[in-house]
Nanobody, 120 residues
Framework: QVQLVESGGGLVQAGGSLRLSCAAS????????MGWYRQAPGKQRELVAT???????NTADSVKGRFTISRDNVKNTVYLQMNSLKPEDTAVYYC??????????????WGQGTQVTVSS
């Protein structure tokens, strides 16, 4: 079972940048598809970006062109580079690891989340 710890959140002004990190332990990260999700107060958790074990990425339209997901399988870490931040990006950001148990069935693991606050 994998354990995930996020870091890198904080307070930043609109237009600024942050890089979130998700460090994994307890398992080999390269076996997992990874993702970043976020949840703003009063809203449902939403997908931000995903990256497969092969490195293929998918990014939500709301952050496309501003956010980039990447992974370093040697360091067992996944990153989310966030540029041109907007106040609406304010949320708790969660790291997710998904391991395919069998085709169509995945086990999901979550980190504890890291707060990102963007001031206007």
């Amino acid at each position: 079972q994998v354990q995930l710890v996020e870091s890198g959140g904080g307070l930043v002004q609109a237009g600024g940048s942050l890089r979130l990190s998700c460090a994994a332990s307890g398992s080999i990260l390269s076996n997992y598809a990874m993702g970043w999700y976020r949840q703003a107060p009063g809203k449902q958790r939403e997908l931000v970006a995903t990256i497969t074990s092969a490195g293929a990425t998918n990014t939500a339209d709301s952050v496309k062109g501003r956010f980039t997901i990447s992974r370093d399988n040697v360091k067992n870490t996944v990153y989310l580079q966030m540029n041109s931040l907007k106040p609406e990006d304010t949320a708790v950001y969660y790291c997710n690891a998904a391991l395919m148990v069998r085709p169509g069935l995945f086990s999901h693991y979550w980190g504890q989340g890291t707060q990102v606050t963007v001031s206007s």
